[in-house]
């Protein structure tokens, strides 16, 4: 048992991180945490799969133990306004446990004021019946529910976290702006709450947040977070293969952290591939054969990333120069006559690429690879 135990926490690649599976960030969790502390709100940026959801749901842990109220909704999961508000009021009423007994009733008004625990709270926060009143309508509730998260704080003189992941996500709503515009204008008056808004596409995060015109810009301190430092990831992938009992290649798993970069997510997998290797093959791959079986196995995802930044004849050229060499962009384009800094304004702020004095580089190394080896 123990063993299978071992087994399948090591192999878990793509949901968020924690416990031990959970490396590095240590510098940006205190940072966050002391915004957090002195009531400022935060912006988590990165590309796809660095580690947003992971961090945040381990700083609100965090901030459990030290028996702070918190809340965590992923705006994605969410398909209406309506949906949103039962999900916020769900999250802040777990702070007293009663975010199930809340799901049950299913919004009926019988049922919340049934249940005695409940029915103190709707004594507190009467909007909670209005929610199924027909005649009140969805965006004074949503509204509400943001004035609930300050409030049930206040209420029981608590400070309390709530975070926002994928927040980029909003813009699917009809009147996002209005949204947005309430949120940022309620956000700023509270007291006890503070919030965490996370998301993946950078464009779309510096457009709600740091453009001037847009309504949250000032409202809240933006962290970036990058790649996880080697060492942190050589000891830990060390210590996996260790406690698989494998007998493990330790410059395989150095040449691969090297390629990836520090990625998070391709570390994982490339863990993960490296301890099946050993199970099926009773040998370490080479680092070529892991990359390969890396990049087979994210095809997928590869291909959907290609046709969602190549778009046009400037994208490819930028992209594949960009694949094989960091610099000469620009002398690239000027040969092939196309306007190079729309496209790389474009990539970076798509999370795709980004910039180091002169240089250009992909933020990831396997998509990067991809073209490399795959656009002709
Ligand atoms: N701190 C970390 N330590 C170890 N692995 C991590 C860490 N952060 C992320 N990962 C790896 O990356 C994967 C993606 O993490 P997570 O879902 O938190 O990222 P995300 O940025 O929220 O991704 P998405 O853009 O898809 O929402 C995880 O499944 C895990 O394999
Ligand atoms: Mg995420």
Redesign the pocket.
């Known amino acids: 048992m123990y063993g299978t135990h071992k087994r399948t926490t090591m192999i878990q690649v793509g949901k968020?991180v924690r416990g031990t599976a959970f490396v590095g960030r240590e510098k940006e969790i205190k940072e966050i945490l002391n915004y957090i502390e002195i009531g400022q709100s935060i912006v988590i940026i990165a590309p796809r799969r660095f580690g947003?959801?992971s961090l945040v749901t381990e700083v609100l842990r965090r901030l459990k133990t030290k028996k702070k109220y918190t809340g965590f909704i992923d705006v994605f999961e969410h398909s209406t306004v309506t949906e949103l508000t039962r999900s916020i009021i769900a999250e802040v009423l777990e702070n007293h446990g009663l975010k199930k007994l809340y799901q049950q009733t299913k919004g009926s008004i019988t049922a919340l004021l049934k249940n005695i625990k409940l029915k103190a709270v709707v004594e507190d926060f009467e909007f909670l019946v209005g929610l199924e009143d027909d005649s009140i309508d969805q965006w004074t509730n949503f509204s509400q529910s943001i004035d609930f998260i300050d409030d049930f704080a206040e209420r029981h003189d608590k400070d309390l976290c709530f975070a926002f992941?994928?927040y980029g996500d909003i813009l699917k709503f009809d009147k996002a702006d209005a949204i947005i515009k309430l949120m940022r204008a309620k956000i700023q008056k509270q007291q006890k709450a503070v919030y965490i808004f996370s998301g993946?596409y950078e464009s779309v995060m510096e457009t709600l947040f740091t453009n001037n015109k847009s309504p949250f810009y000032r409202l809240a301190k933006i962290i970036h977070i990058s790649y996880l430092p080697f060492s942190d990831l050589r000891r830990y992938m060390v210590k996996m293969l260790k406690g698989a009992e494998i007998d493990y290649d330790i410059k395989l798993i150095e040449d691969s952290i090297d390629f990836l970069k520090g990625h998070p997510y391709y570390c994982q997998l490339a863990l993960q591939q490296i301890y099946l290797y050993h199970l099926t093959q009773g040998k370490a791959p080479t680092i070529h054969g892991l990359i390969d079986i890396i990049t087979q196995s994210e095809r997928g995802y590869l291909v959907k990333t290609w046709e969602d930044t190549s778009s046009n004849k400037e994208a490819v050229l930028v992209l594949k120069h960009l694949s094989t060499e960091s610099t000469g962009v620009y002398a690239m384009a000027s040969r092939e006559k196309i306007n190079a800094s729309r496209t790389l304004k474009k990539l970076e702020g798509a999370g795709i690429i980004y910039q180091e004095k002169s240089a250009y580089y992909y933020y990831d190394p396997v998509f990067q690879y991809w073209v490399a080896n795959t656009i002709k």
């Open positions: 968020p947003k959801t992941d994928e993946s």
